[in-house]
Nanobody, 131 residues
Framework: QVQLVESGGGLVQAGGSLRLSCTAS????????MGWFRQAPGKEREGVSC????????YYSNSVKGRFTISRDNAKKIVWLQMNSLKPEDTAIYYC????????????????????????WGQGTQVTVSS
């Protein structure tokens, strides 16, 4: 049984930092690209970041580029999302997800990440940024 478990969310003031973790089990971790998505109340789900199987290629949405950093440790089956300079508009539930889509897996060129291309999802962790 595949499980993705996020942790590290919480309440932080604007300008602060949080580090989200996603621990995987039940799958061969380096067979998958890993992504982070978020969804705020009343808004559509947004693909925030993605990392190739090797960690050598990363993607960030324009809304987080320069502030967030994704990384992974295949031996530990963990993917992280370091979030700095947080803004109130970053408030959302954050989800990690796993994908075998070749463009994400190998790190080809793409301009967004589509949740429909992800096979497994975590339960989410709440991030709240106060102003």
């Amino acid at each position: 049984q595949v499980q993705l478990v996020e942790s590290g969310g919480g309440l932080v003031q604007a300008g602060g930092s949080l580090r989200l973790s996603c621990t995987a089990s039940g799958l061969t971790f380096d067979d998958y690209a890993m992504g982070w998505f978020r969804q705020a109340p009343g808004k559509e789900r947004e693909g925030v970041s993605c990392i190739s199987w090797s960690g050598g290629s990363t993607y960030y949405s324009n809304s987080v580029k320069g502030r967030f950093t994704i990384s992974r440790d295949n031996a530990k089956k963990i993917v992280w999302l370091q979030m700095n300079s947080l803004k109130p508009e970053d408030t959302a539930i954050y989800y990690c997800a796993a994908s075998r889509t070749p463009a994400y897996y190998y790190g080809g060129y793409y301009t967004n990440i589509d949740g429909a291309n992800f096979d497994y999802w975590g339960q989410g962790t709440q991030v709240t940024v106060s102003s």
